[in-house]
């Protein structure tokens, strides 16, 4: 993956970690809930590309019936077990990606619905990782880039 803006980034992420981390999750979330909209995820996949996705057991159950499928058929074919004994998809992309679309959309794993984790709290914790995905994923990327302008990051970087 490109990196693009990498000392930026992490000069940004640097100046985000002395801000006030409520403050920053406020400004984030009311960031992301005018960006998001504005991205159909059905239309990039990327990050279906590139993610590891961790499944539940209740997923596995869930999503097997959605495909006609034994459970045990669904954990062999589809399964296998992390180094930190998660179960996790043993693909990257993931198996239900075609052509950038997700062909289980409405039944895609929590891990899926969540990504990229804007919408939840201690966003300054998740930083690092959030950057990782600011090449690939459009939403984090003009997420971050509206959140250099209202935090003034580039007016406190001319001083
Ligand atoms: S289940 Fe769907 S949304 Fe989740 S990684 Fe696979 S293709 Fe992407
Ligand atoms: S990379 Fe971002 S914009 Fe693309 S599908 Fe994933 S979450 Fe949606």
Redesign the pocket.
Known sequence: MALIRESENEAFRTFLKKRDTEVVDKIVSKINQTVEPLIDCTQC?A??KG?M?NVTDSESEDISSHLKMKKEDFIEKYIETSAGGMMV?NTIP?H??NDSK?T??EN??KE?RDFPHLHKPNFNDRIFGTLIHYAICPIIFNVIEQLKIETKFFKEKEQ
């Open positions: 996949g990050c279906c993610l996705i998809m993931c239900f990606l997700c289980i959309y895609r794993f899926c």
